[in-house]
């Protein structure tokens, strides 16, 4: 046993080990390439086995020519194997493959098989001998004859393919495979010595076997940073995927207190209108006998003082009626119907059903101007705008005691002639990726204190379902501002001497809300 025989048979022995590394890779879903590897490495470890032929001297001649046989089927089968991973895709499938390679693989298989068969072609009937005396190692394997060597350089061909196809650059996202690039140097640079060694002009070993090794092993190691990278982006996408189960986890719970909530103010909405009915009954005594005693207190000269009381009662059940009012067009049902109305009626609706919540959290600053009449629906409308101006309140930041926050509310005309309506607070503001998020369902920057996160979603499903349009402008610093544009019922031409014309009145809204209040018939920014 020589250093030629342990060199092919370590080499074999490791090339069969990643071999089965490779089959065992190629097992795992969206790994299908890696049997064409793994092929190439059995092969080649096949052909290390084939080379003991010539380097174990005891063995017989015609022994040698089976090796030397096998050695081209073997050849062959490595360099088809090859072709299939360069140029078969990620699947290393028959169909990206080209023509010409397909031609290839044929002759190559088929020169394997021919052989075999007819060996007579492939070997002269001499016998070759190389001896490398300073490792005491002695070569004897069978001379080719002109269709052996025209079949080895057909190998060579194959490889060089190979070769050009791994080594090349295809574009930013794959440049050049550096292990494919030395494994093939190897194995090329193995190949020169391995000619000059069978010609006598070098005096050294066969190392096909290396370069074999060579082109196995920089397959292996791109199968492992390819395996690496996915184990890698598993992980990523492994990663994510928990991130959204959580996020979307808690969307379901906020879902869930949402809708909880929203059931309880439906369930509230529906006792506001049997509970405003109740009062209406009643208040309608009330406010006719006070009528009579005001009628009665005139006829027969009674005090000042009982009559200013009078005047009072009735104010304050002017103001009863109109909450009741108020509460119930809140609390209708959707129908469906769009009826004209007034942008000041729905306002000044919101306004009255939100007054004893507004009164401790903000000051509101209401400019009412000429709007036109809009198309939509009375209830729906008081819900967005009740939404819009909580919202508002509740931005006011924190405040020394007594100190209250403002909300400023226009009603007017847009400079194309819709109906405006705006409601701007003096709260922090927000930045871009909350103003982004801010009309979708759930999200919400009061969490912690109990915003379910719909009222601007809803508001603008509201707004949008009657042909208008919702924007939102805020910087973080300079408050939040929620523009509401609604079409009119029917144009009206508006002159600029009508714009700038109106006359201004001062109005009290339930629960001592200032409304200063301008007759303008266009208002804009």
């Known amino acids: 046993m020589n250093a030629a025989f342990v060199i092919s048979t370590c080499v074999a022995v490791l090339q069969v080990g990643i071999g089965a ?37 005891p063995l017989a001649d015609s022994v040698r020519v089976i090796f030397s046989q096998g050695s ?19 699947s290393a499938g028959a169909r990206p493959i080209p023509r010409w390679c397909k ?29 490398v ?81 060579a082109v196995v ?78 009628v009665w207190g005139r006829e027969h000269g009674s005090a000042d003082e009982l009559m200013e009381s009078v005047e009072g009662a009735l104010d304050g059940a002017d103001r009863i009626r109109g909450v009741v009012d108020a509460l119930r067009a809140y609390s209708r049902p959707a129908t469906g119907d769009l009826v004209p109305i007034s942008p000041e009626h729905f306002t000044q609706a919101a306004l009255r059903v939100t007054s004893h919540k507004l009164r401790g959290l903000a000051e509101v600053r209401t400019h009412v101007g000429r709007a036109p009449e809009i198309l939509g629906d009375e209830g729906r409308l008081v819900q967005a705008m009740v939404n819009l101006l909580l919202n508002a309140a509740h931005a006011s930041p924190d405040r020394a005691p007594g100190e209250k926050g403002v909300v400023d509310l226009l009603v007017g005309t847009a400079p194309d002639g819709r109906a405006l309506i705006e409601v701007r607070d003096d709260g922090p503001g927000m930045s871009r990726e909350e103003i982004r998020r801010l009309t979708q369902p759930y999200f919400t920057t009061r969490f912690e204190a109990g915003g379910a996160g719909l009222g601007l979603f809803l508001a603008r499903g509201v707004v949008e379902q009657m042909g208008g349009s919702l924007e939102v402008e805020s910087a973080v610093g300079e408050g939040t501002l929620v523009r509401i544009l609604l079409p009119p019922a029917q144009a009206e031409p508006a002159s600029a001497l009508e714009a700038m014309a109106g006359r201004v009145r001062t109005l009290t809204a339930p629960g001592g809300i ?12």
């Not at 795992?28 to 092929?39: D, F, H, I, K």
């Not at 072709?83 to 990620?90: F, H, P, R, T």
């Not at 690496?228 to 869930?256: C, F, P």
């Open 21 to 57: 590394l490779l089959l065992t890779v190629s097992l795992a879903p969206g790994w299908r390439s890696a049997r064409a590897y793994a092929v190439v490495a059995f092969s080649a470890a096949a052909y290390s086995v084939t080379n003991l032929g010539a380097s174990y001297w």
């Open 72 to 90: 081209y089927l073997i050849a062959g089968i490595f360099v088809s194997a090859c072709l299939v991973s360069a140029y078969g895709g990620d």
């Open 514 to 525: 200032r409304v200063s209040s301008a007759r303008v018939a266009a208002i804009g920014r």
């Open 133 to 213: 005396a300073w490792s005491d190692v002695h070569y004897r394997f069978p001379t080719p004859a002109r269709l052996g060597e025209w079949v080895s350089y057909l190998n060579l061909v194959g490889l060089l393919w190979t070769g050009a196809q791994y080594c090349r650059p295809r574009g930013p996202a794959k440049p050049v495979s550096i292990p494919y690039v030395v494994g093939f140097s190897i194995f090329f640079a193995a190949a020169i010595v391995e000619t000059l060694v069978g010609n006598g002009v070098l005096e050294f070993f066969f190392v096909a076997d290396l370069g074999f090794l």
């Open 217 to 294: 092993l920089a397959m292996a190691i791109v199968t492992a940073e390819r395996f690496i990278d996915d184990a890698r982006r598993l992980s990523v996408a492994s990663t994510y995927l928990t991130e959204e189960i959580d996020r979307r986890t808690q969307e379901r719970d906020e879902a869930q207190r949402a809708w909880i909530e929203a059931e309880r103010q439906a369930a509230l909405g529906r006792l506001a209108a049997g509970v405003g009915h109740e009062i209406n009954n009643p208040l309608a005594y009330l406010r006719l006998n006070l009528e009579l005693m005001q």
């Open 103 to 131: 031609g290839l693989i044929v002759l190559l298989i088929g020169g394997g098989v021919l052989a075999f068969a007819a060996r007579d072609w492939f070997f002269s009937g001499a016998f070759t001998d190389v001896i």
